[in-house]
């Protein structure tokens, strides 16, 4: 048997496939990085990458305060977006908890919110009929015992002394209260859909499976919550069920990811801009269509897509996102059906240039996305016979056919390009 067909739990993979079912369906999810790095609005990262010290930091708790907060708001634009599901920052890497836990004090409870934003945030999504997932950074840069990381990996060469800075630093300590934590979101608020980890680090100066006891996690959380669909960042790659679904972050994958040469759920997750966290100034927004490529490419490729919003401090998706998120609904709401239920086309479907193909299996029915709206006469190779019927997605207007000598099929489609996005001409198969 080779190494990585070790499991932890007897699941079957029918059983998986059954647990995973919503998710490979839906597609199409809303990630919401929110914490205390929104104040200063420049990255998520902001403590680490200008190294600021947790006494500096702390005028951003003291003055916490997301008057404008409110959830169902949030659930209603990402609904209305075509997002099925959702997953937030419980804890980010600086520590900062926006749920009640009882096992620390730097939490949204202590500031003016003065309450458990994620209890809101579950019931408001809920509500909106959209799955609720939790992310849980396994890094902490404010726990007194999670020992110092060199930034990985990019300063090998950090003249900081490690050894003199993570004395007295106990892991012991840090590993109880991330079980505990983890614990308290997997207990204390009804069924949770997904449970996103961030992230290990194996190597030299990294941390991994034996620094979070992710085995011991994952049986906990598998236990409390045994619907739960879990990320790939807990380390445990050695074994089959280790994770759900791969995690590409911030790149496109170039086909679909296999693991020991089969075909793996995974899930690409994506911002607006380059950071997670709200950022004012950062000017290097993507535009509707690149947003829809990085959706329909994902799909035509068998994986989701998990596109994130920064809310800003006050509690408010602004402007930019607001816009992106309009978009997208508009396109969706008239092409959802090449995303929801779809997949990769079967191999015998070639894609034409300047397309990209998804598959409903379940409909038997093959989409075409234009990305480079093609003018009147666009040709299917190989599909002579095999199209029942041919229709614009957007307006359910009929695009004539005809075979043609070479085995081709040519499709007249109207010369002014549809008023859409990315038009999608939806092929009913023989
Ligand atoms: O939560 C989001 C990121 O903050 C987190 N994962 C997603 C979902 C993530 N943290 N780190 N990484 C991903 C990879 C590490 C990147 C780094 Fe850097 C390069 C750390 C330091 C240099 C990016 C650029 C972050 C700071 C500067």
Redesign the pocket.
């Known amino acids: 048997v080779h190494s990585q067909d070790k499991k932890i739990f007897n699941e079957t993979d029918a059983q998986k496939e059954e647990r995973l079912a919503w998710w490979v369906n839906d597609r199409f999810g809303m990630?919401i990085?929110w914490g205390l790095y929104s104040m200063p609005s420049r990255?998520?990262?902001v403590k680490?990458?200008e190294h600021i010290t947790d006494s500096a930091y702390q005028k951003y708790f003291d003055l916490y305060n997301p008057d404008l907060y409110n959830p169902r708001e949030w659930a209603r634009q990402a609904k209305a977006a075509g997002m099925k599901y959702a997953v937030i920052?419980t804890k980010?890497?600086e520590g900062f908890c926006l749920f009640d836990s009882k096992f620390t004090d730097y939490k949204a409870t202590n500031t003016a919110a003065k309450r458990d934003l994620i209890k809101e945030w579950v019931d408001a999504f809920r509500a909106e009929g959209l799955k609720v997932g939790f992310?849980y950074?396994l890094?902490d840069w404010h726990h007194p015992d999670y020992t110092i990381d060199r930034?990985?990996?990019?300063?090998p060469n950090d003249p900081k002394d490690y050894d003199k800075l993570n004395k007295g630093r106990d892991m012991e300590k840090y590993r109880a209260y991330l079980k505990n934590q983890v614990k308290e979101l997997m207990s204390n608020y009804g069924k949770i859909d997904i449970l996103?980890t961030?992230?290990s680090?194996p190597g030299e100066h990294g941390k991994d499976h034996n620094d979070w006891n992710s085995l011991e996690l994952i049986k906990m959380i598998r236990k409390l919550q045994p619907g739960i669909i879990i990320n790939d960042r807990l380390d445990l790659g050695e074994y089959e069920d280790g994770g759900d679904f791969a995690?590409p972050?911030?790149y496109k994958v170039s086909e679909w990811p296999t693991r020991n040469g089969k075909r793996i759920h995974w899930e690409t997750?994506q911002?607006f801009s380059g950071?997670?966290?709200y950022y004012r100034d950062e000017t290097s927004w993507k535009d509707n269509k690149q947003l829809l490529v990085l959706l329909i490419e994902s799909v035509s490729k068998g994986g989701n897509l998990l596109l994130?919003v920064g809310p800003t401090s006050r509690g408010l998706f602004d402007a930019r996102a607001q816009d992106r998120l309009k978009g997208m609904g508009e396109w969706m709401q008239v092409n959802g059906r090449s995303i929801y239920g779809c997949t990769e086309a079967l191999a015998e479907f070639k894609r034409p240039d300047n397309s990209l193909l998804t598959y409903n299996p379940t409909t038997k029915r093959l989409y075409v996305h234009l990305l480079d709206y093609p003018l009147q006469r666009f040709e299917l190779p190989g599909m002579k016979g095999k199209v029942k019927y041919a229709q614009l997605l957007n307006d359910g207007s009929e695009v004539k056919m005809h075979n043609t000598d070479k085995g081709d099929l040519a499709l007249e489609l109207p010369v002014r390009k549809p008023d859409v996005e990315i038009p999608v001409i939806e092929l009913i198969l023989q």
């Open positions: 990630f990085h990255h998520e990262w680490s990458n920052t980010h890497h992310y950074s890094i930034v990985h990996p990019q300063r996103w961030d992230f680090f995690t972050e911030q997750c911002t950071s997670w966290g994130n």
